[in-house]
């Protein structure tokens, strides 16, 4: 018998030490979780892209700016993709087309103004103006806290409290 209770408490002792390990005992990794936060804020983004899309093809009084994120594949020699803000957007049944935004980093000889044609498949994010607020931008809300104070504040003023404007 007290073979038997030895032998539980150190399998109950071993499990215990495997779930502290499973459960990311130990420092925490911000770089990992800001990672998980953006992939849901993307994963967000493209959820609510048909409310993006309605107001963008009926849009209402007050609805303007439409804008769009999309990834990139990297043309610099480097795996992955870059994500970049696009306005003026035009969209046919089997393409987007948009304005970069700004100067890509990592997109070769390209800069703002470029005409960019993308799937619906590489959209990230979506943004427009409802009145003076800033709907969407799911992605910008996780880099809030990477921002400096005064373009974080800026930001805060004219992002909508909920991204979809349901506030």
């Not at 925490?28 to 093809?57: I, K, N, T, V, Y």
């Amino acid at each position: 018998m007290r073979r038997l209770a030895a032998g539980l408490l150190a399998m109950l002792a071993m499990l215990a030490m495997l779930a502290a390990a499973g459960c990311g005992a130990g420092t925490p990794d911000p770089e990992a979780e800001f990672q998980r936060d953006m992939a849901s804020a993307r994963a967000q983004a493209r959820q609510s892209l048909p409310h993006f899309w309605e107001s963008f093809g009926d849009p209402q009084a007050g609805e303007y700016d439409f804008s769009l994120k999309a990834a990139f594949t990297r043309r610099d020699g480097q795996a992955g993709a870059e994500e970049i803000w696009l306005h003026h957007i035009a969209r046919a049944p089997d393409r987007i087309i948009g304005e970069l935004a700004s100067d890509p980093r990592h997109l070769g000889e390209l800069r703002k103004g470029a005409i960019m044609e993308f799937q619906e498949s590489q959209i990230v994010d979506w943004a427009f103006f409802r009145g003076d607020s800033l709907l969407g931008h799911y992605t910008t809300r996780v880099l809030m806290p990477r921002l400096d104070q005064m373009q974080a504040d800026w930001l805060r003023s004219l992002l909508s409290e909920d991204p979809d404007g349901a506030d």
